[in-house]
């Protein structure tokens, strides 16, 4: 069993709503995490090549660089929360062939991580 972990940053505003509160919109280095794996290895000894993952990590998010996620689909009308932003990357992630999504991460700030695993 093998995995791989690939990160993929970018910067973007939000303003997050808590107990009907909304945050003032501030800007995160947002960080996504992700980790993809699989049983065996190919004739070159990996996994997968990791900037297959890169790009389809940046394919995702690419839409959110230098953003504001609160005017960008689907977080105008949901709270792009960590949890909501890990959920919606890994719902539209497309990972290479032999290889399944895991997991992904994404923090906000230094030492607030959320993420979605694969159940």
Request: charged share 25%.
């Amino acid at each position: 069993m093998f995995e791989l972990t690939v990160q993929r940053d970018f910067l973007a505003t939000h303003a997050i709503t808590i107990a009907g509160v909304p945050e003032a919109p501030h800007e995160h280095r947002w960080s996504v995490s992700v980790v993809v794996g699989g049983d065996s290895l190919d004739a070159d000894g990996l996994l997968c090549d990791f900037h297959e993952v890169q790009r389809a990590i940046d394919a995702v998010i690419d839409p959110f660089r230098d953003g504001d996620l609160n005017e960008i689909p689907p977080f105008d009308k949901l709270n792009p929360t960590a949890e909501n932003v890990a959920k919606h990357i890994s719902e539209l992630l497309s990972v290479p062939p032999g290889v399944e999504l895991r997991s992904v991460s994404v923090t906000e700030a230094p030492g607030c991580v959320a993420t979605w695993v694969r159940a």
